[in-house]
């Protein structure tokens, strides 16, 4: 009689648990879309303290790979990455949860703004113009954090670190010492050059490694 009212009392917890985790999951997200300026780059640091520091929901390595999907897929980066850790952890539902508390405060600020503020009331008020200013210096902080967290996580050293150099420099250049690079500047070159240079370096270090245990 115990075992059976102990199971039913495990199974009816983990519902709730689940919900519990789906809502915190939702306001988690809510919360960062409320708080950061600057777009997706600059939403990561706070992504992966609440995911990954605070609530121990997916490891950094996973976390690092997620980044790696959502920046290579079309779209907007913040959406991406809120897609796929709300899937990871809780499948659809997860998702939508996660994602909908992503874009529901932009929706909502930039709805407020469109109805109460226009360009010219913007440009004209020097309160909102000082308050804008002083955003602008914060959001490159923002950006420049994950970009340094997720290079010493990805074990960048003197040896690699001219990649992400060199594809930065050519994505933000449409010319290159003078030479015009046309096609070269696009990013989804680089996604692809990227995935193929990760597949020929594994390859080689597996043949490399067969070699030496002969």
Do not use: Y
């Not at 113009?129 to 996580?153: C, D, E, H, Q, Y």
């Amino acid at each position: 009689m115990s075992i059976n009212s102990d199971a039913s009392e495990s199974s009816s917890a983990s519902p709730r648990k689940n919900r519990g985790e789906v809502l915190q999951l939702f306001l988690s997200f809510f919360k960062i879309g409320l708080f950061t300026f600057g777009g997706g780059w600059a939403m990561i640091s706070i992504i992966e303290r609440e995911i990954v520091d605070k609530f121990h929901w997916i490891e950094r390595d996973d976390f690092l790979d997620l980044l790696a999907v959502a920046q290579s897929l079309p779209g907007i980066l913040a959406v991406n990455i809120a897609t796929a850790v709300g899937d990871k952890l809780h499948g659809m539902k997860g998702s939508a949860m996660a994602t909908l508390g992503c874009i529901l405060p932009s929706f909502l600020i930039i709805l407020a703004i469109a109805i109460f503020l226009t360009p010219d009331m913007i440009k004209n008020n020097h309160t909102l113009s000082a308050i804008f200013m002083g955003i602008r210096p914060a959001v490159v902080a923002l950006i420049v954090a994950p970009v340094i967290t997720s290079a010493k996580a990805a074990k960048l050293g003197l040896k690699t670190v001219w990649i992400p150099l060199l594809v930065a420099l050519m994505i933000s250049s449409s010319q290159l010492f003078g030479i015009n690079l046309g096609f070269g500047s696009n990013p989804i070159l680089f996604i692809i050059l990227g995935g193929i240079g990760g597949w020929a370096f594994w390859k080689f270090s597996v043949r490399n490694l067969k070699k030496s245990q002969k």
